[in-house]
């Protein structure tokens, strides 16, 4: 198994919204410029019938000026806070590495699989990682939570209660309609690049050992990081392969922007 992430493509990107920050930054500082001197070096006088017309524009250059510095501010703050990769990403990726070279473990996931940290891509958003592979595509939510949860159907509940007298809230988390959410857009992302009729999986994934989980038939399977690759042996790669060695590279190009390193 490949452990990857687009770290290039997304340093690419943040450098051109860097550069984008400061367009827009001179462009304001610009206009705010232009707009402070029309208004303290008056060129019409009160006296002229385009005096209203003048000071309009002052004032409309003027908050042009603020409005695009407040934007390149936002834009600035956005490029240098660009995360390039995942931590919970990483810890899943080496624990799933571990636990599939164990001794007596059976079948192992060679290069055909790629795991992709960090899938961040404006028509899908923001996905924690992506295990691409011959049964499809598998959506990976990551959580680093702690507590007691209970997972039925689509609903999420969290223990507030003692053991001895438990009691279950509604949970502030919902990963399953995050995954699922993940899915759609994944699918909706390749399928107007050519990709039809995908394969495309989501597992839930808890990374804190402080969490205690139990499931009622999930609308997505969930997992503790520690079971992981138990979980996709009875699951996942129990699925019958549906994409060749060309449609994962081709897949793994768009959604990494290229080739992933």
Not at 31 to 39: E, K, Q, R, T, V
Not at 164 to 189: G, V
Request: proline share 5%; hydrophobic share 45%.
């Amino acid at each position: 198994m490949r452990n990857v992430a687009p770290s290039r493509s997304l340093v690419r990107r943040a450098n051109q919204l860097k550069s984008l920050a400061f367009l827009v930054g001179a462009v304001g500082v610009f206009a705010l410029a232009l707009g402070l001197f029309m208004n303290a070096v008056p060129i019409v006088v009160p006296s002229a019938p385009g005096y209203g017309a003048y000071t309009l524009a002052s004032d409309a250059i003027l908050l042009a000026g603020i409005l695009l510095g407040i934007t390149a501010l936002a834009l600035a703050i956005r490029a240098f806070t660009w995360k390039v990769d995942n931590d919970l990403a990483k810890i899943t990726a080496d624990a799933l590495t571990q636990q599939m070279n164990a001794p007596n473990v059976g079948r192992r996931l060679d290069d055909r699989y790629v795991f992709i940290r960090n899938v961040s891509k404006f028509q899908i958003g923001y996905v924690d990682a992506v295990l691409l592979g011959p049964p499809g595509i598998l959506i990976l939510r990551i959580l680093d939570v702690e507590g007691s949860f209970a997972n039925e159907f689509a609903d999420w509940l969290r223990q507030t209660g003692s053991d001895q007298a438990p009691e279950f809230l509604p949970a502030r988390i919902d990963p399953s309609r995050e995954t699922i959410k993940d899915m759609n857009k994944t699918r909706e992302f390749l399928a107007a690049r050519g990709f039809d009729n995908l394969p495309i999986y989501g597992l839930v994934v808890f990374t804190n050992p402080r969490v205690r989980l139990t499931a009622d038939r999930p609308h997505v399977p969930i997992t503790h990081v520690n079971h992981l690759y138990a979980n996709l042996r009875h699951d996942y790669l129990a699925m019958l392969d549906r994409l060749g060695d060309e449609q994962i590279e081709a897949i793994e190009r768009e959604l990494c922007g290229g080739r992933c390193q």
